[in-house]
């Protein structure tokens, strides 16, 4: 199973909006909608930010949002701040046998 | 609060054998499927394996299937995971994950424990 691929990093200024992409295949992100978001910050755990494409844990602020469309999920985060500053790692579930696969990771940066 | 803690992590030379463990609390810890999903330095999370929440179901990469073992002990609440035949690319922070009761996701992590592999 292959890693998903995201963009290495993607930045822009506080107050603005951004979207990571996350590609896989008809095998993972296209077959089920069960790709989930994380953060992370350097030198902790990751955290959930968004499951099953769209929704999100209790606690995670609303400026986060997530889609799909085909072999592409999407993160958005809205009204960038600086504390959204981390590496984000999408991931999928991959069927029976493996259950999950990884992306390689963006690192967002808030200018 | 629903908690973590893994231990176990060290140094050791490749072709050695190591167990993790992971102690959960907080919750009902029988009733959810666990991960172990490790990061090599400076790189990507990489999935290494799954456990339903009865232990009767396993689930492994590639990368590590014939070499690692999931396992649990749902009396002492503690996840473990036993890696054999250990390379130097095997070297990663692991951090043990809780998944969601109805979903596909992690969504409690441990603070993760470092293992070395080095010759």
């Known amino acids: 199973q292959s890693a998903l691929t995201q963009p290495a990093s993607v930045s822009d200024s506080p107050g603005q909006s951004i979207t990571i992409s996350c590609t896989g295949t008809s095998s993972d992100v296209g077959a089920y909608n069960y790709v989930s978001w994380y953060q992370q910050h350097p030198g902790n755990a990751p955290k959930l930010m968004i499951y099953d494409v769209t929704n999100r844990p209790s606690g995670v602020s609303n400026r986060f949002s997530g889609s799909k469309s085909g072999n592409t999920a999407s993160l958005t985060i809205s009204g960038l701040q600086a504390e959204d500053e981390a590496d984000y790692y999408c991931?999928?579930?991959?069927?029976?046998?493996?259950?999950?696969?990884f992306g390689t990771g963006t690192k967002v940066t808030v200018l | 609060e629903m908690q973590l803690l893994e231990s176990g992590g060290g140094f050791l030379h490749p072709g050695g054998s190591l167990r993790l463990s992971c102690a959960a609390s907080?919750?009902?810890?029988?009733?959810?499927?666990m991960n172990w999903v490790r990061q090599a330095p400076g790189k990507g999370l990489e999935w290494v394996s799954a456990i339903s929440g009865s232990g009767v179901s396993t689930y492994y990469p590639d990368s590590v299937k014939g070499r690692f073992t999931i396992s649990r002990d749902n009396s002492k609440r503690t996840l473990y995971l036993q890696m054999n035949s250990l390379r130097a690319e095997d070297s990663a922070i692991y951090f043990c994950a809780k998944q969601g009761r109805y979903f596909y996701a992690m969504d409690v992590w441990g603070p993760g424990t470092t293992v070395t592999v080095s010759s």
């Open positions: 991931s999928s579930y991959t069927g029976i046998s493996t259950r999950y696969v």
């Open positions: 907080g919750f009902t810890f029988t009733n959810y499927a």
